[in-house]
């Protein structure tokens, strides 16, 4: 049975700091690439940061550069997003993305950050 559970979401003030965590299951985890994805309170979907299997290329969404850092251990199953200087507006549900070419699609159910004074 695949899963994904992602953890760490919270409440922070804004310019804080929050790391997101990942651990997969249900799948050879290695052989495909990781992505964060963010959901704002009635706003689409839209992709965070993507880190690939090898080599391990990272992309970000142009509004969270240089404050966001995805990475992964294979070891552990498991991907993070550490995110620092957090604004308002990075306030949204934030989901993790497993995805293999002409393989299957996994979506894990979501972990909520809320940035506030």
């Known amino acids: 049975q695949v899963q994904l559970v992602e953890s760490g979401g919270g409440l922070v003030q804004p310019g804080g700091s929050l790391k997101l965590s990942c651990a997969a299951s249900?799948?050879?985890?290695?052989?495909?690439?990781m992505s964060w994805y963010r959901q704002p309170p009635g706003k689409e979907r839209e992709l965070v940061a993507t880190i690939t299997v090898t080599p391990r290329n990272t992309n970000y969404v142009d509004s969270v550069k240089g404050r966001f850092t995805i990475s992964r251990d294979n070891a552990k199953n498991t991907v993070y997003l550490q995110m620092n200087s957090l604004k308002p507006e990075d306030t949204a549900v934030y989901y993790c993305?497993?995805?293999?070419?002409?393989?299957?699609?996994?979506w894990g159910q979501g972990t909520q950050v809320t940035v506030s004074s």
């Open positions: 993305n497993a995805r293999r070419s002409g393989w299957n699609n996994y």
């Open positions: 249900g799948f050879t985890f290695s052989s495909y690439a």
